[in-house]
């Protein structure tokens, strides 16, 4: 840890999975991530590439009824993983997958802002 006194472990588990365990504190956490967790990954998995992430935020809509509203339109989200984020009179809706699925995020995202086009953040 280059800015701080706590100490980050790497333990390898079975089944060749690695478990990584870091401190609290927002610039020892990223200090450690960024010097020791990433140059890791990229030299274990040099091929891998990034999920794409696109986000639709809302405004003046919870979370159920943004569920509602999908659900009743039948939106397809297959192969994209959807995340929520709810916050202070906000919604977030994640949309993440492989670079290779980047047409069906793409649609998906267009039928997001079409189904709840009165609830678009103006800010977005």
């Known amino acids: 840890n280059s800015v701080g006194a706590a100490p980050g472990q790497r333990l390898e588990l079975s089944g060749d999975k690695t478990l990584f365990v870091l401190p609290g504190p927002p610039r020892e956490f990223n200090a450690i991530l960024n010097e020791e967790i990433v140059p890791w990954l990229k030299e274990r998995f040099p091929d891998a590439r990034p999920n794409l992430v696109h986000i639709v935020r809302t405004t003046g ?8 509203i999908l659900e009743q339109a039948n939106f397809n989200s297959e192969g994209i993983a959807l995340g929520f984020y709810p916050g202070k009179g906000k919604v977030e809706i994640h949309l993440s997958a492989n670079p290779e699925k980047e047409p069906e995020i793409l649609g998906a995202e267009q039928q997001l802002l079409d189904l709840l086009a009165d609830f678009l953040d103006p800010e977005m």
Do not use: F, L
């Open 61 to 68: 809509i919870g979370e159920s009824d943004i569920v509602t």
